[in-house]
């Protein structure tokens, strides 16, 4: 056994053991993943003839687990096809494909897949993890359902003997009935007050959750495929929080623009304070937050520009000014307004759909209609050797030409998730320039969200008519977009461009989401949202301090086993419930960073 070498199996790989047994014919083998869209097949690797009878070469190979493999098996002469299979190898599996003649005759060729080890079960630690959260989750709701009768109450301050014990419990359960101690401004009251009057905590715990997860999945996500981004179309867990936070800060905008101009503020000041958060959440972006801090100090020149804060910057900084040209000083007018009641939520701000309107056409020309040398125009796939290697370095389209001539390749975003299902090795920004439009038509249709809970307020029918309708619509244009397929339609989701199809699917999910929080959270009480809340509202440093603080301790440790998703998903999730524990000590603390 000549070809014999050492296979050292990662994570998410399986050990295939390719046995030659004809003894004529040296084959080569080639893989691609099922969820590489018409990519191209790889060369794994060659074999050489069976020495034998009874004795066939054999080639050690590692396979990736993640999704569904495709083998070809060549004759490696001819370059024809001998034999495919289609199969789901497990993580650290071991397994053979045996190549030999049929007993019926001896051109024809079979190849038989052999388990030699069964695979371990990598869902596992995920399955752990839920059910350890969901005990938790059923045992302080049990605790708080104890503490809320008067009895229990009654008996354990007798037992305690200390009304500060019982006041402590109380007040860090959020034991309902109690009063809250949120009731808006943490901060002194300045000349131009940045805090709404009137807040919703579902916001907050929308904003959290995402937050959260947004914080979990850049820790790695116990390294599993459907924590990280999809590597071009389609939606993973990865793909959801940012959209989302996106949507939030636009209902967020509207809402706390209304309460600041109804308390007397004068546009113009709130202007400048719109141009210099956006300014400062652009500089925290670009100074503070930049992965390039590993290449060392004075990497300038390879300084990644575009990046989440960034966009947030100027996703506010367009939503924002473009409210606050339109805002009217009494919205009650609108709402009085009784044609087109059931249109009233676009015939309000008709100026600003038109102004999104023609962003979105900017949108869709650029996209559809830009040339790109060396590209077909239109092009929305990821290069490399998609679309059967044609287009190896058109990664993102429109898109991603507009970056690298704007930009410049240095500073663009230099791993992209495309390297690894398509292998494209142009750097391509998933915070580009043009996914900016969309990302501003995100939140405008989040300032719609807020827009609602405010003329509806106190009105839960309309609320829950309006955020349904919108969730219907949105959804409706999604699926035509998309035609419900991952690949196939006029505009795939694509978090990677933020395609309008990402959007306006978010965009349904999000209103969905919102009205059930309210639902639950501010009419009905059920929930307070904690602890989600906590770090909804200090959203900014959980988001900076997270980036910062990624590669220390306790953030970070060394790990036993670097191949374990087990201990991944243990560092993460800990890291993750530390960053909730410090918002959760600093709203205590009534310390919020705001900017
Ligand atoms: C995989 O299985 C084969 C056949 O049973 C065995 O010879 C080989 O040692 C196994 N390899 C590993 C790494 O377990
Ligand atoms: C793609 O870019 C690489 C590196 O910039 C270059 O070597 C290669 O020739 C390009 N391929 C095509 C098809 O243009």
Known sequence: LDNKKHVELKMDQALLLIHNELLETNLTVYWKSECCYQCLFQFLVNISHGRKPGKPTLAPVSISTQHGSILQINNTLEEKEVCRLEYQFGEFGNYSVLIKHTHNGVSEIACDLVVNKSPVDSNLPVSVAFLVGLAVIIAVSFLRFLLSLEDFNNWVSKAINSQETDHLINSDLGSPGRADPLTGDPQPETRCPSAPGYRLRCLDTFRGVALILMVFVNYGGGRYWYFKHSSWNGLT????????????????????????????????????????????LTCIGIFIVNPNYCLGPLSWDKVRIPGVLQRLGVTYFVVAVLELLFAKPIHENCVSDRRFSYLRDITCSWCQWLFILLLESIWLGLTFLLPVPGCPTGYLGPGGIGDLGKYVNCTGGAAGYIDHLLLGSDHL???????????????????????????????FLGVQAGKILLYYKGQTKGILIRFTAWCCVLGLISIALTKVSENEGFIPINKNLWSISYVTTLSAFAFFILLALYLVIDVRGLWTGAPFFYPGMNSILVYVGHEVFENYFPFQ??????????????????????????????YKKKIFWKI
């Open 413 to 443: 975003y230099q791993h992209p998730s495309s390297t690894v299902l398509y292998h494209t090795t142009v750097a391509f920004d998933p915070e580009g320039i043009l996914g900016t439009i969309n990302s501003i038509v995100m939140a």
């Open 557 to 586: 440790w060394k790990l036993e086993d670097n191949q374990s998703h087990k201990e991944h998903l243990t560092q993460n999730i800990v890291a993750t419930a530390l960053w909730v524990l410090i918002a959760y000590v600093l």
């Open 237 to 280: 867990v990865a793909d959801l929080v940012f959209p989302w936070f996106v949507f939030i800060m636009g209902s967020s905008i509207f809402l706390s623009m209304t309460s600041v101009l109804q308390r007397g503020c004068s546009k113009f000041k709130l202007l400048g304070k719109i141009v210099w958060r956006s300014f400062l």
